[in-house]
């Protein structure tokens, strides 16, 4: 039987907090070895129990959760735990600055439970997950000349489309129906509000994103969003 995925928790409202944990828990492939609500707290919680992956908040109330990340890996530096941001915050300032304090991945808390569990999943596999409402953010500053350190670029694992991709673009192209829907994804919307937007069913979207992720030989909605943003294919 495979282990559980150890994951600790820093987050400074206590009913988020809880509820965070039970329903990661209840997944039955994550187990909350700690938490802890505010940033000194979290420090020593992390150092003790060194989890697989740390979600942490930004908006901690003592030493903030961009900080937390940064002292932890300082201390910590040959520990093998990877750090997911899960926040309200979404300004370029606050995304950037996670990143280069050594943040692995950053998710928004409106995000639903499958999508976040998935996102601590790839976080602890080794992988980057970005929100895909933010994509365009750390897209804009890895390809800026002068604005993105190496550090932050490798962070994201974001660079511009190569030839290969563009051939496959170019061989599959999607129809028109097809970047609707892709536009509405990388701008951060669920099934549910695609097909109300688009006045189609849920089941027509979800063939529309198996057809997209096909396409652009992406694995997941995070990819696809990166892709089409690294490729034009929306703006």
Same mark, same amino acid.
């Given at each position: 039987m495979p282990s559980k995925i150890r994951?600790? !928790?820093?987050?400074?409202?206590?009913? !988020?907090?809880?509820?965070?944990?039970?329903?990661?828990?209840?997944?039955?492939?994550?187990?909350?070895?700690?938490?802890a609500a505010n940033g000194r707290q979290g420090l020593q919680v992390l150092g003790s129990a060194l989890p697989d992956v740390a979600i942490v908040d930004i908006g901690l109330p003592d030493i903030d959760g961009i900080e937390v990340v940064q002292r932890f890996k300082e201390q910590h530096d040959r520990a093998e735990t990877r750090v997911l941001m899960l926040t309200m915050h979404d300004d370029d300032d !606050?995304?950037?600055?996670?990143?280069?304090?050594?943040?692995?991945?950053?998710?928004?808390?409106?995000?639903?439970?499958?999508?976040?569990?998935?996102?601590?999943?790839?976080?602890s596999e080794g992988n980057a997950w970005i929100d895909p409402t933010i994509a365009r953010v750390v897209l804009k500053h890895s390809q800026a000349p002068g604005e993105?350190?190496?550090?932050?670029?490798?962070?994201?694992?974001?660079r511009p489309i190569d030839p290969e991709e563009r051939q496959i673009i170019e061989s599959s192209p999607l129809t028109d129906r097809e970047?609707?829907?892709?536009?509405?994804i990388v701008a951060g919307y669920n099934n549910a509000t695609i097909a109300e937007r688009l006045h189609i069913t849920v089941g027509t979207v979800k063939t529309h994103v198996r057809s997209i992720l096909s396409k652009l030989c992406a694995d997941d909605r995070t990819q696809a969003a990166v892709r089409a943003l690294r490729s034009g294919l929306v703006d």
């Open positions: 994951v600790v !928790s820093i987050e400074d409202n206590e009913l !988020s907090r809880i509820g965070l944990n039970a329903a990661l828990e209840q997944t039955g492939e994550i187990e909350i070895v700690g938490d !606050s995304i950037l600055a996670a990143f280069a304090a050594g943040a692995d991945s950053y998710c928004l808390k409106d995000t639903d439970i499958d999508t976040l569990v998935q996102a601590v999943q790839l976080t993105a350190t190496d550090e932050e670029t490798d962070a994201v694992a974001i970047l609707d829907v892709l536009q509405l």
